[in-house]
């Protein structure tokens, strides 16, 4: 099969801070992330003719007014838009969509296509109905909902085995935290920016054994966009393509008693396929901005993503290699941990900081060289994994 | 007894097999007749092959321990008067794998791997759960998951 390595690029992005702006009124950070991605891609509007909204999981209104081109109408791109869809797959909507997009403009069915999320899972969804909402989505309503499983007993299903297999100490999970906070410090859009040492960390009190409050992410409202267009394009609009150079990807199940044991082993054939379409091996990568959600995920996909010795993902933020000024930069946005979690949209920030640093827009915590930069995203309780990779050069 | 007030199990036309069984304190699960392959939950085909004629099987009620985590706080609504209580992931000795919550355990004694059988746990007159204790241990009265 043909592959798509080098024939798509990200040329543009856009983001409004992450936190809480109970008075930002949900279609005005869309609008203004839409408006920064086209302006920061050098394209026209009107050479969009893809719209493609992220799910919404604060408000199901909301969510349904971007399904019916609210975009389109807010943008003024009524006259040349050709097709507006939501594309949901809560944390992986990010892989999701970048692989609808590329194909739809390799294959020449869109010019460019843009991509857009916006969710206020801070102000817009009291922490009561975070809870229920969260208990109940990818639970098996017959057999897990009477045992009070939630996404954040998850952090602690998955913790709890990583430890008993790796030997990963609790102040090295401590680490990864400490290694995202010292990355938000340097974000301006993250919501968390004050440094926390890994003694903070663990004084914080157990939530989910042996899940601690400051191991949680955050939920926030956010928005970011990004526009994909071909490389032929973008070579034309734009000096700092990111280039899509590889996609691999898995889906494993729908509940956490339906992994495959041992739990999200089926990660690491989707990061082969994507080096192989790259080109590229673990050791060709400049940074790596990892799906957070918790640091389980985190270091379990370091693992599998091959970027470290199997278990011993937890030394490495450990020793500060993750870090700002490391040897591998590892979520540089600060992840929803520390940047915040705007529910379907944690997998866009990272997918979005993949391409600012690849484009070399990512002002302070800029990694220089930044050549190749992976970026994975998650879904549901862990169902799939997804891998993409990016490069300056094709 | 204070009313039960935690969610209750989803009943369908298979679930209700299951849960009746587990009145008459029986776990079930399914096995595939045309490959073997023990399925849970239970499904409308196996997974495997796709057969539509799944079995009805009685576990021995004995597993392990795959993963656990106390609950001390952020629990679902309905369980934040029940705190702590344990979660758990148990690989069944059949070959399939269930979630439930431990209980009649110390909290320090849980680990990875550890040895669990089932209990069973009428919480309404309708639904009993089944839930596991460490195998040797006898059942506490107070603790409850």
Same mark, same amino acid.
């Given at each position: 099969?043909?592959?798509?390595? %080098?024939?798509?690029?990200?040329?543009?992005?856009?983001?409004?801070?992450?936190?809480?702006?109970?008075?930002?009124?949900?279609?005005?950070?869309?609008?203004?992330?839409?408006?920064?991605?086209?302006?920061?891609?050098?394209?026209?509007?009107?050479?969009?003719?893809?719209?493609?909204?992220?799910?919404?999981?604060?408000?199901?209104?909301?969510?349904?007014?971007?399904?019916?081109?609210?975009?389109?109408?807010?943008?003024?791109?009524?006259?040349?838009?050709?097709?507006?869809?939501?594309?949901?797959? %809560?944390g992986s909507s990010s892989a999701n969509s970048l692989k609808t997009a590329a194909a739809l403009v390799t294959s020449g069915l869109s010019k460019a296509?843009?991509?857009?999320?916006?969710? *206020?899972?801070?102000?817009?969804?009291?922490?009561?109905?975070?809870?229920?909402?969260?208990?109940?989505?990818?639970?098996?309503?017959?057999?897990?909902?009477?045992?009070?499983?939630?996404? +954040?007993?998850?952090? #602690?299903?998955?913790?709890?085995?990583?430890?008993?297999?790796?030997? !990963?100490?609790? *102040?090295?999970?401590?680490?990864?935290?400490?290694?995202? *906070?010292?990355?938000?410090? +340097?974000?301006?859009?993250?919501?968390?920016?004050?440094?926390?040492?890994?003694?903070?960390?663990?004084?914080?009190?157990?939530?989910?054994?042996?899940? *601690?409050?400051?191991?949680?992410?955050?939920?926030?409202?956010?928005?970011?966009?990004?526009?994909?267009?071909?490389?032929?394009?973008?070579?034309?609009?734009?000096?700092?393509?990111?280039?899509?150079?590889?996609? $691999?990807?898995?889906?494993?199940?729908?509940?956490?008693?339906g992994q495959p044991q041992d739990f999200f082993k089926a990660w690491n054939p989707a990061a082969r396929e994507a080096y192989e379409m790259a080109g590229i091996t673990p050791k060709?990568?400049?940074?790596?901005?990892?799906?957070?959600?918790?640091?389980?995920?985190?270091?379990?996909?370091?693992?599998?993503?091959? +970027?470290?010795?199997?278990?011993?993902?937890?030394? +490495?933020?450990?020793? %500060?290699?993750?870090?700002? %000024? $490391?040897?591998?930069?590892?979520? !540089?946005?600060?992840?929803?941990?520390?940047?915040?979690?705007?529910?379907?949209? #944690?997998?866009?920030?990272?997918?979005v900081e993949a391409a600012r640093q690849v484009m070399g827009k990512a002002g302070d915590r800029q990694v220089p060289n930044a050549n190749i930069v992976v970026e994975t995203a998650v879904g549901g309780v862990g169902m799939d994994f997804h891998v993409g990779v990016l490069g300056r050069e094709v | 007894m204070s009313e039960y007030n935690k969610p209750l199990p989803l009943i369908t036309e298979q679930s209700k097999v299951f849960y009746d069984a587990c009145k008459e304190e029986k776990l079930l699960y399914q096995q595939c007749s045309e490959c073997g392959q023990a399925i849970f939950f239970p499904k409308q085909l196996c997974p495997n092959c796709m057969s539509h004629v799944l079995e009805w099987q009685t576990s021995r009620g004995k597993g392990k321990v795959y993963t656990f985590t106390i609950s001390y706080d952020f629990a679902p609504p309905q369980f934040a008067q029940a705190l702590p209580y344990v979660l758990a992931i148990i690989n069944m000795d059949e070959g399939f794998t269930i979630m439930s919550n431990i209980v009649a355990c110390d909290l320090e004694r849980l680990e990875c791997d550890m040895p669990v059988e089932v209990v069973f746990d009428p919480v309404t007159p309708e639904i009993t759960l089944p839930k596991f204790k460490p195998v040797n241990s006898e059942q506490k009265g107070g603790h409850r998951g």
């Open positions: 099969m043909d592959s798509i390595r %080098g024939k798509a690029a990200i040329v543009g992005i856009g983001e409004v801070p992450t936190g809480h702006y109970p008075e930002r009124p949900f279609i005005k950070a869309a609008v203004d992330v839409c408006e920064m991605a086209i302006k920061d891609s050098g394209l026209a509007k009107e050479d969009i003719d893809t719209v493609i909204p992220i799910g919404v999981v604060s408000n199901a209104l909301d969510g349904a007014n971007m399904v019916c081109c609210w975009i389109v109408e807010e943008m003024g791109m009524g006259k040349t838009a050709k097709s507006n869809f939501q594309i949901m797959s %809560g296509v843009l991509v857009v999320h916006c969710d *206020r899972m801070g102000t817009g969804l009291d922490l009561q109905a975070a809870l229920a909402t969260f208990s109940v989505v990818s639970v098996n309503q017959e057999y897990e909902v009477p045992y009070g499983f939630s996404q +954040l007993a998850l952090s #602690g299903l998955l913790q709890q085995r990583y430890m008993h297999d790796t030997g !990963t100490t609790e *102040r090295q999970i401590a680490s990864v935290v400490a290694s995202l *906070r010292k990355w938000a410090a +340097l974000n301006p859009n993250a919501m968390l920016q004050k440094p926390k040492t890994v003694e903070d960390i663990l004084d914080s009190k157990i939530i989910c054994h042996p899940v *601690r409050k400051k191991m949680m992410n955050i939920l926030a409202d956010g928005a970011a966009a990004y526009i994909v267009t071909t490389a032929e394009r973008a070579k034309a609009v734009t000096d700092t393509p990111a280039y899509i150079l590889g996609l $691999g990807s898995r889906c494993t199940n729908f509940t956490v008693t060709d990568i400049d940074v790596a901005e990892i799906y957070d959600a918790f640091p389980s995920f985190l270091l379990q996909s370091m693992d599998y993503l091959e +970027l470290c010795k199997p278990g011993e993902a937890g030394k +490495l933020f450990e020793d %500060g290699v993750t870090s700002p %000024g $490391g040897e591998l930069p590892v979520t !540089t946005n600060g992840g929803m941990m520390a940047q915040g979690h705007t529910g379907a949209g #944690g997998g866009i920030a990272i997918l | -």
